[in-house]
């Protein structure tokens, strides 16, 4: 294996959440090699977490102590909701995080149990920046395994937790991570017959939370853009449906166009110029390509059946979807100018809204059959179908983290006689089918969508 190295680098502003970001700093430092034994074949499902201590960063004065101590908390929380590692009580640690500096006794880790260990270090410097760093080592090679320093503002400590948290997750299962990136969704209050559908936005752990509509219209099913800050979205307006633009960083607003018969937004293509969609014309749904440049549209299937739900493979070539051309709802595919259209499910039950994977490895689906509602993935062949999740209640609307391996959707449970009682809650799970867990929620959520990986460090 190379050398691995501490680089020292500024965090790329996210505006509307995030402001005053420092620019690129240059300083690179060279770290031991290391023959690491820490690694994850994530691809299997009978892995055992990796043991890891996360100590708290060691700092200078009140405030970076305070900082530091919540930037190791946000990294445990990301590693260990990922599935993939067990971070250790930190009331079990041994050595303090002063007596780190220099290097850790490994020793003292080896009594705890741990592979891995994470130290750091918060610093505010004299301009008011917050500098940041970690290093990652192999506890029983005694060797470092890499290491990072991020310059930000203090109250965006949130944000270099979660890069460090990628940081470490990349180093050790050798995949992207997932942890600094957002999540668009529909968040509905008010009872059942009269729901208030607004946007709202929050991290991928549920922080950071906003609502970016106010309720007066409808909004449904909102799209990232995969090479920008915007979402798609479809909103009714006087009831008509319509599909807007809508940039995070500015909060400006675009109307794309009416379409009427439109149950679902559009998708982005892979580059961002392109939008597919569903459109109902004439008493009949089929699959539409728009040129958001020309705003010009392309009809790409032609069928007696009901045609929706379309997604881009990740390079842009092929297109899954839905129809019921063949008697009940099954998943196709095509290539992006509509030809070679086939069916690719076969298994029992109906199927729908199919998600090509940014990996461009498999589609996830939701199925129905025998009264259970089911998340699932298959090949973009239709071979190698796996539930991942499996409920009577309604689930639906998967959306894939940035690295394909985990996806995240929205289950409900029905209200009682009196009409009480409704809960609507996304839902993350990993590829194994081992990992679910609830994300949390001021108010109900449905029709999430997960934000592309952003260019964040330069």
Do not use: C
């Not at 499902?45 to 305070?66: C, E, L, M, Y």
């Not at 549209?297 to 839905?322: K, V």
């Amino acid at each position: 294996m190379t050398a691995t190295t501490m680089t020292e680098k500024a965090m790329r502003p996210r505006r509307g959440i995030f402001t005053g970001l420092a620019t690129l700093a240059s300083t690179l430092f060279l770290a031991m090699a290391a023959q690491a034994a820490v690694e994850i074949d994530i691809t299997r499902g009978n892995f055992k977490p990796v043991p890891i201590a996360i100590s708290d960063f060691d700092a200078d004065n009140p405030q970076a102590t305070k900082i530091g101590a919540d930037v190791a908390r946000v990294i445990r929380a990301d590693l260990e909701r990922s599935g993939l590692f067990k971070p250790a009580d930190p009331r079990a640690h041994i050595q303090t995080p002063a007596a780190m500096r220099v290097q850790p006794r490994f020793g003292d880790w080896r009594v705890i149990n741990v592979d891995a260990l994470v130290n750091g270090r918060i610093e505010i410097q004299a301009d008011g920046r917050l500098r940041g760093e970690f290093r990652l080592w192999d506890v029983a090679a005694e060797q470092q395994m890499t290491g990072l320093a991020l310059f930000t503002t203090p109250d965006n400590w949130r944000r270099l937790a979660h890069l460090i948290a990628d940081a470490i997750y990349k180093r050790v299962t050798g995949e992207d991570g997932y942890f600094d990136t957002r999540i668009v969704y529909v968040a509905e209050s008010g009872p059942p017959d009269r729901r208030v559908k607004r946007l709202a936005i929050m991290d991928q752990d549920g922080e950071n939370h906003r609502f970016l509509t106010d309720g007066r219209y409808l909004v449904l099913t909102p799209r990232f853009s995969p090479s920008q800050q915007e979402i798609t979205y479809l909103s009714y307006f006087n009831d008509k449906p319509r599909v807007y633009l809508f940039n995070i960083d500015t909060g400006q607003q675009e109307l794309v166009g009416d379409f009427p018969g439109m149950t679902f937004a559009p998708r982005f293509s892979p580059d961002g110029n392109r939008v597919i969609m569903s459109l109902a014309v004439d008493g009949n749904s089929d699959v539409y390509m728009m040129d958001l440049r020309t705003r010009q549209r392309s009809r790409l299937t032609a069928d007696p059946g009901i045609d929706t739900s379309p997604s881009f493979s990740p390079d842009g070539r092929r297109i899954t979807f839905n129809s019921d051309r063949g008697g009940t709802k099954q998943i196709y595919t095509m290539n992006a100018d509509g030809s070679d259209q086939r069916r690719i499910s076969f298994n029992q039950g109906r199927y729908s809204t199919p998600v090509w994977s940014p990996r461009g490895d498999l589609i996830a689906f939701t199925k129905e059959y025998q009264g259970q509602f089911s998340i699932g993935v298959m090949r973009p062949d239709g071979s190698g179908e796996r539930i991942l999740s499996s409920s009577p209640l309604v689930q639906e609307a998967p959306t894939w983290a940035p690295n394909g391996r985990v996806l995240m959707f929205y289950r409900e449970a029905p209200p009682d006689a009196r009409g009480r009682g409704q809960r609507v809650r996304l839902v993350s799970i990993d590829l194994t089918g081992f990992n679910e867990r609830e994300i949390p929620t001021p108010i109900d959520a449905s029709d999430p969508a997960w934000s592309p990986l952003s260019a964040l460090i330069r």
